[in-house]
């Protein structure tokens, strides 16, 4: 049995996943109106490769936001609400969405308009960068053990030297 909570997150899944559908196809619409038939003599074969595959990008994102939404009932009786869409992972999938509606109906007006898609594997790159930077770029173990007994003394001398100096300006 699931709580006034599970209810109230299951209504809130299923109003966000109409309002995305519903996001989708007026991007889609406007595109397919203003690009291919109002400016068919500037759609090509690449234009129409584009509208598919952010049609195919855009579904594939429908479907997964979908899939978690989805509530869960056992003999008619609601048992879980779904997931929480406003955290997690799922949260990129809204981004895609909203980069990809944005992409098309830039497109629309302007074959310029594609570029904007260059943002996913940019920030993609981003994400993946920060994760790795630890792993290339991180020397500091490394440059600690080259550091010979005269130099690591030095520096101990040093910094006792700076310390003291910081204790008697207070």
Known sequence: MAGAG???RSEENARTVR??????LVCAAEFALIR????????DWTTWAAFAGT?????ISYISIAAVAKPVYSNGVLVDGGADLAKGSISYFFDLLYVTGFAQVLASFTAYGWYVYAVVPAYAGFKVFQIA???LFDKSKASEAEVDEATRKKLERT????????????
Do not use: D, H
């Open 6 to 8: 599970a209810k109230k």
């Open 19 to 24: 309002n995305v559908g519903i996001y989708i």
């Open 55 to 59: 049609m195919l990008v855009q579904g």
């Open 133 to 135: 930077k630890p792993l």
């Open 159 to 170: 910094q006792m030297r700076a310390e003291r100096r910081r204790v008697k300006r207070f």
């Open 36 to 43: 291919l038939y109002f400016k068919q003599s500037s759609a």
